[in-house]
């Protein structure tokens, strides 16, 4: 028996991180109406975490350009085929992210009217036309976006406006599978017998370069780590994101381009803490409740801040007045290229991680 149309269709076609700050507005939709046909309108590398979030009923994978909501010229066929399971289907619509600008205002109106959406609720910036049947002003809305993203379902169904309030927290599923491949790669690379230390997963890398650590100074903080704790290290990524520079001497597993998103995901979970760019995966550490060192560099930490206490997070930064940034490649001059990251001394992060390893041991 063919399933009911959808209902309500949420829009959050954005990136990895945003898809996990998302899961407690989702959460919270799923519990205010729980009779309804909960659609997620996502990007295509979201996809693989979204098909198993136990708040909506179907999930829809959109190919997207880089840090845009929007299809490039290439992927519009491919884009169009996936809409067709929306079309006019979705009589309300809430639109998880703030709308910024006229052209994303205009991209809005499209979508919604291809999802025939008669009650349409969002958050819009000062100054640009709302395409909303319903508008929650930009201005006064909480900084970190999590708790942004539950202001908009509460504006948009009064059930959820009634409920209790709680904490912002993400809620990410895995699978036994996804977690049984993850131990199978961790043993394999443990000699028998080996003394086995805390083990720090490690991420280098992100969509843009202005985030990337270099490889030449970890290999400095995570051959100190190691030499001084008996850390082992796991790399994560995939195989454009940074490595290790070979010279360094730093003994460490390679999962860059082994696993999907929900692997990686659930090697990162088994870890005992995790050292990361400002990226997906400090938003998936705070789902997962690892204590997490945040190299924060140009990116905004007020905003995209993880959901984790103070004690098992240390967060980032050599302040310089440029930070933070949304730049792709790093504009000033070589005597101060990057150094809101490149200015954090490894001693500093390797602190950090031993303080982190030591409240998780408490």
Known sequence: ???????????????????????????????????ARIVLLTSEKVLPLATSCPFIDAAVGLPTARASAMPRLRDAARWLWRI??????????????????????????TLLFLAGARDSAGAVAEGVRSPFARTLPLPGLPVRQ???????????????????????????????????????????????????????????GG???????????????????????????????????????????????????RFDIPGSAALLGLADALVTTHS??????????????VLAGPGNIERFRPALPGEKMR?????????????????RDPAGFKACLFGIPPADIAAAVRAVLGKMSA
């Open 1 to 35: 028996m063919p399933s009911a149309l959808p209902r309500i269709l949420v829009v959050n076609v954005s990136g990895i991180g945003d898809f996990v700050d998302s899961t407690a507005a989702l959460s919270r939709l799923r519990r205010a109406r729980p009779d």
């Open 84 to 109: 067709r399971r929306i079309l006019f289907r979705c009589p309300q619509a809430i639109w998880l992210y703030p709308v910024t600008s006229r052209r994303g205002a205009a991209f809005v109106r």
């Open 146 to 204: 999590a708790e942004q993203f539950l202001e908009v379902v509460r504006f948009a169904v009064p059930e959820a406006a009634g409920l209790p309030d709680e904490p912002a927290r993400p809620d990410l599923r895995l699978s036994e599978a996804a977690r049984a491949a993850a131990r199978a790669f961790l043993e394999s690379g443990v000699s028998p017998g080996a003394r086995a230390g805390p083990l720090v997963a490690v991420f280098l």
């Open 207 to 257: 969509d843009r370069k202005t985030r990337h650590e270099d490889p030449a100074r970890a290999g400095r903080w995570m051959s100190e780590l190691q030499s001084s704790s008996g850390v082992r290290f796991v790399l994560l990524g995939t195989p454009g994101d940074p490595g290790i520079a070979p010279e360094s001497g730093v003994r460490f597993l390679d999962a860059r381009g």
């Open 280 to 293: 997906a995966p400090q938003h998936i550490a705070g789902a997962l409740g690892v204590p997490t060192v």
């Open 315 to 331: 967060i980032l930064r050599q302040e310089v007045p440029c930070a933070p940034c949304d730049h792709d490649i790093c504009p």
